[in-house]
């Protein structure tokens, strides 16, 4: 497994286009990063916008731009907004800016779980993984747009089903669709009048073992049922009726948290996400089901920022993707995360496939490993300090 450290500055690709040419880092920064920051499709969106021409009062909305290469690309030459779910995607942004040398105040940051103010002249998007976010961001332009405002959404071809561009063309108007260059692909809208659609997000789900009912804005994972990972946690979550401080890593919609809290009084828990809508989706679950009892609800790049020593228990459902990259490379850095942040004796609780081989990777962190219970797809792990 590769040591979470800086990429080799001389290794990484240059973005060049019309409006710049950048030096782009990805989060989580890992050494030898085989991949890139951005990709034919943002090349591809930025020709485009330089050929039609860009002024620099045009006001300009990005919607899911990655680590950042939009957004640092047009910086200078125009009002730019970005919005996003992730928390990553945001850091990225932020260290791409001060790396390229651009000033942090030159693009306006808005998490998913608000909506940007416009009017807006041009909205590039990048086609989310979750088609639901992109219906939420969809909908969210209604009255948001200026006049003569286009909305041009791009991906990289094995990326974009056709279900995309059905939504732009409900929610915003007619679509037309460029030729293909470099694998990638436009799908251009020219906004009609339409009435104000009604979001079908947030969506809720009642669960009988806790009995609480689950709000899940559009973006959090399994938002029409609970995943067969958690289920198959719940029934084995440690209970405690003396005071610790826990925290749930990859906390979703906050199912894990509310659960081991109904079931520890005393605990005091603390529900990080990377997701900004997960984060917001945990915090209405938990006043919901536990009304004023303090918690914690974060934002945040796992437990980076979390103290060493400061909790006595991790709770966590770990994730295998990173938008459309598959691998186990966030498990391992949220285990490395817990296990900095756990007290000598503290105990690290995860749920995970079988065919992940996650006691084996826990082992090299954890002076124990145990299995607390399995089934023939997940196996239950606690591994302690």
Known sequence: MQPLCPPDPAAMPT??????????????????????????????????LHEQGLGPDSRVLLLNDGFGALACSLAAHCRVTSSGDS?????????????????????????ASATAEGPFDWVLVRVPKTLALLEEQLIRLHGQLAPGARVIAGAMIKYLPRAAGDLLEQYIGPVQASLAVKKARLLTA?????????????????????????????????????????????????????????????????????AFALGNPQAELTLVDESYMAVQSAEANWRAALGERPATFRAADGLADQPRDSLDLVLCNPPFHQQQVVGDFLAWRMFQQARAALVTGGEL???GNRHLGYHAKLARLFRGVQQVAAN??????KATK
């Not at 019309?18 to 890992?30: K, T, V």
């Not at 945001?90 to 942090?104: I, M, P, S, V, Y």
């Not at 067969?228 to 906050?254: E, M, W, Y």
């Open 376 to 381: 023939p797809k997940f196996v239950v792990l």
């Open 190 to 258: 020219t906004p009609e009048a339409r009435p104000a659609p009604v979001s079908p997000y947030p969506t809720r789900y009642q669960l009988d073992q806790p009995a609480i009912e689950l709000l899940n804005h559009a973006n959090v994972f399994c938002r029409e049922g609970l995943d067969i990972g958690t289920r198959a946690f719940l029934p084995h979550l440690p209970k405690s009726l003396v005071p610790q401080r826990v925290a749930d890593l990859g906390c979703g919609n906050g199912v894990l948290a509310i």
């Open 349 to 351: 609780w995860i749920v």
């Open 15 to 48: 973005l060049a286009t019309p409006f710049a040419q950048l030096d782009l880092i990805r989060q989580p920064e890992m050494a030898n990063e085989p991949l890139q920051a951005f990709d034919a499709a943002d090349e591809y969106l930025l020709a485009h």
């Open 87 to 111: 928390h990553l995607g945001h850091l990225a942004l932020q260290k791409n800016l001060a790396r390229n040398g651009l000033a942090a105040e030159r693009v306006n940051f808005v998490p």
